[in-house]
């Protein structure tokens, strides 16, 4: 796999000059091989082989583009949409080779395929540090849903699959997946990574940061919307051309917020994109989880009916991510402090946690000048993202079961879950037993699908399908037939066609 000498002719002396180029240095002995002491190796797990695949094919080419060095290599896990089969890629500055062909289609939501990917990267492109770099969908915190039906944009996980045998399943947190997988990636390394990078959706929260504190320094993800390095052209060939020029003097950190600078110069110019971006240093986790644990216990001292109403009150005016029970805790923690008639000790308990907030979130983009009418937010801006959001359903929603499970790490180390069950009343909102609504349209134009009896929990994600072609067109009617003085903070749909 390694590449050749690269020889240029000087026809006019009849004579030729062959040297070796991209990431490799001499052998001295007139071959090739890759530098033993590299600064940084760039773990890329590229899921393609999904509907993402139209927004991400041309980053092969731009990080092809790349000036790699000796001290900067990209070593990635290609599965594409339009291949049977996937590989192990190396770029070489100036194109990639497959080194490893895989010989079938592999299952980029398997959380074994990252994993294996990963240590096969360590093992064969040892450096300095280490960047792993996780594109494609994600739904922060939850493991995949039970339902088999892929259409359903509220899917949770990170990483899917749509040629897999299970296309439901992704790469989970709460059961554990994400940890396996990087866990194994770190045992081949023998240390943590530097940087893990969540290039996909939702995934900068107060809980992936604790899932991913064990195995790396820094983490950098997106609160919401994670669009810069898929829309524009040549984001990623930026990126490694500026760690190429600073490898040399550039520290972890450095590169972490070299990433999110260039995301925010990627996005310029393009404010009709929900974007942010954020870097955590996990190492300063263990400080956030002391106050967020007195956030929440100063929060449950003071429970009451009153008291609980109100903070719902300040959950909705607080900034909410794509998913509304995600808040920014940061600004959560603001409203809280400024309520009117706060007892003292939870003022104190907001104070401090934001002010730990701002240690742990080291360096953070949002383009709070969001313009045009967007599905989640109108016409609003993002003034309210601060880096991290937290999981914090309605009052009068269910505790997410997964949300305490054996991966969920974040529920043994802070008392947020505890808050949780108690601040929940699992009341009218649960949509337990309630009965799905049918899978397909009767096969006529005129046919309508009513919801009966299953209000809406955080996230009811139901669908159906029109009969053909012939149907041109749906009306949607919402009417509320009981009065239960609850707060419904409404609905969304999508229209779409399969395979676009």
């Known amino acids: 796999g390694e590449t050749q000498l690269a020889c240029v002719p000087d026809y006019a002396a009849g004579s030729y000059e062959c040297a070796c180029g991209g990431i490799y240095v001499s052998d001295g002995a007139g071959g090739c091989r890759l530098e033993p002491?590299?600064?940084?190796?760039?773990?890329?797990?590229?899921?393609?082989?999904?509907?993402?695949?139209?927004?991400t094919a041309h980053e092969l080419d731009d990080v092809a583009a790349a000036g790699l060095s000796?001290?900067?290599?990209?070593?990635?896990?290609?599965?594409?949409?339009?291949?049977?089969?996937?590989?192990?890629?190396?770029?070489?500055?100036?194109g990639f080779d497959r080194v490893v062909e895989l010989g079938a289609d592999p299952d980029t939501g398997d959380w074994t395929t990252l994993r294996d990917f990963g240590a096969w990267a360590v093992e064969n492109y040892p450096a300095q540090h280490y960047a792993l770099v996780i594109a494609d969908h994600g739904g922060a915190w939850k493991s995949a849903s039970a339902d088999p039906r892929?259409?359903?944009?509220?899917?949770?996980?990170?990483?899917?699959?749509?040629?897999?045998?299970?296309p439901e399943d992704g790469i989970g947190i709460t059961n554990g997946d994400l940890a396996a997988a990087l866990g194994g990636i770190v045992d081949a390394a023998g240390r943590r990574m530097d940087i893990v990078v969540y290039d996909a959706c939702l995934m900068s929260e107060?809980?992936?940061?604790?899932?991913?504190?064990?195995?790396?320094?820094?983490?950098?993800?997106?609160?919401?919307?994670?669009?810069?390095?898929?829309?524009r052209e040549g984001a990623w060939t930026d990126w490694l051309d500026g760690l190429v020029a600073g490898a040399d003097t550039m520290s972890p950190l450095d590169v972490a917020e070299f990433f999110v600078d260039n995301y925010r110069a990627t996005m310029d110019g393009m404010a009709q994109y929900v974007t942010t971006a954020a870097l955590t240093d996990l190492d300063a986790v263990d400080d956030l989880n002391v106050a967020v644990s007195g956030f929440a216990d100063s929060?449950?001292?003071?429970?009451?009916?009153?008291?609980?109403?109100?903070?719902?009150?300040?959950?909705?005016?607080?900034?909410?991510?794509?998913?509304?029970?995600?808040?920014?805790?940061?600004?959560?923690?603001?409203?809280?402090?400024?309520?009117?008639?706060?007892?003292?000790?939870?003022?104190?308990?907001?104070?401090?946690?934001?002010?730990?907030?701002?240690?742990?979130?080291?360096?953070?983009?949002?383009?709070?000048?969001?313009?045009?009418?967007?599905?989640y937010y109108g016409s609003v801006g993002l003034a309210g993202q601060n880096g991290l959001?937290?999981?914090?359903?309605?009052?009068?929603?269910?505790?997410?079961?997964?949300?305490?499970?054996?991966?969920a790490v974040w529920s043994d180390r802070a008392t947020w879950d505890d808050f949780l069950a108690t601040f929940t009343?699992?009341?009218?909102?649960?949509?337990?037993?309630?009965?799905?609504?049918?899978?397909?349209?009767?096969?006529?134009?005129?046919?309508?699908?009513?919801?009966?009896?299953?209000?809406?929990?955080?996230?009811?994600?139901?669908?159906f399908r029109a009969p053909g072609p012939e149907l041109h067109g749906l009306r949607i009617a919402v009417r509320k037939t009981a009065t239960d003085s609850a707060f419904h903070e409404g609905f969304y749909f999508a229209l779409y066609r399969p395979g676009h």
């Open 206 to 231: 107060w809980e992936t940061a604790n899932a991913t504190e064990p195995f790396a320094d820094y983490m950098v993800a997106s609160e919401d919307s994670s669009y810069g390095f898929m829309v």
């Open 425 to 463: 009343t699992g009341g009218y909102a649960s949509c337990a037993g309630a009965a799905p609504v049918m899978d397909y349209m009767e096969d006529t134009v005129g046919s309508s699908v009513e919801i009966q009896d299953c209000c809406g929990s955080q996230v009811l994600a139901q669908t």
């Open 299 to 375: 929060l449950m001292a003071n429970a009451s009916e009153t008291f609980f109403d109100e903070l719902d009150g300040i959950r909705r005016g607080a900034q909410q991510m794509a998913y509304n029970e995600l808040v920014d805790l940061t600004d959560f923690a603001r409203l809280v402090s400024e309520m009117s008639g706060v007892p003292a000790d939870v003022a104190t308990a907001a104070d401090e946690l934001r002010a730990q907030l701002d240690i742990s979130v080291v360096h953070s983009y949002a383009n709070i000048d969001l313009q045009g009418w967007n599905p």
């Open 70 to 94: 000796p001290d900067v290599r990209v070593v990635a896990l290609v599965d594409r949409l339009d291949e049977t089969a996937g590989y192990y890629a190396e770029f070489n500055g100036g």
């Open 37 to 55: 002491d590299a600064e940084w190796t760039i773990l890329w797990y590229l899921a393609m082989d999904n509907n993402l695949y139209y927004q």
């Open 150 to 166: 892929r259409s359903n944009p509220l899917t949770r996980a990170i990483c899917w699959d749509d040629d897999s045998d299970t």
């Open 389 to 407: 959001s937290v999981y914090l359903p309605g009052r009068y929603y269910d505790l997410a079961s997964e949300y305490t499970d054996a991966g």
